[in-house]
């Protein structure tokens, strides 16, 4: 079984930053895509940011520029670092992790940015 285990999530002023970690834990030979997703009320889950095995990265429209995904292999962990915030970006966000056959989700992390 696969464990993701979220953290980082919190509010923050727009313009503030925050960083998102994900660690994965069990048993899985190779990762083959781990990355962010996030769904705001109403909306559907869309793509935040991820990373493939060889280390390329792709990100959603909305957050280019102003987030920054990067991984620690050693310890399988994701990280997100989100810039510029602003109330658009108030979502719960999940991490994702894909092997060979499955798909694993976090159990997602609220982000809130208001003043």
């Known amino acids: 079984q696969v464990q993701l285990v979220e953290s980082g999530g919190g509010l923050v002023r727009p313009g503030g930053s925050l960083r998102l970690s994900c660690a994965a834990s069990?048993?899985?030979?190779?990762?083959?895509?781990m990355g962010w997703y996030r769904q705001a009320p109403g909306k559907q889950r869309e793509l935040v940011a991820v990373m493939f095995s060889g280390g390329s990265t792709n990100y959603g429209d909305s957050v280019k520029g102003r987030f920054t995904i990067s991984r620690d292999n050693d310890k399988n962990t994701v990280y997100l670092q989100m810039n510029s915030l602003n109330p658009e970006d108030t979502a719960v966000y999940y991490c994702?992790?894909?092997?060979?056959?499955?798909?694993?989700w976090g159990q997602g992390t609220q982000v809130t940015v208001s003043s």
């Open positions: 994702n992790l894909e092997v060979v056959g499955r798909s694993y």
């Open positions: 069990g048993s899985f030979f190779r990762i083959n895509v």
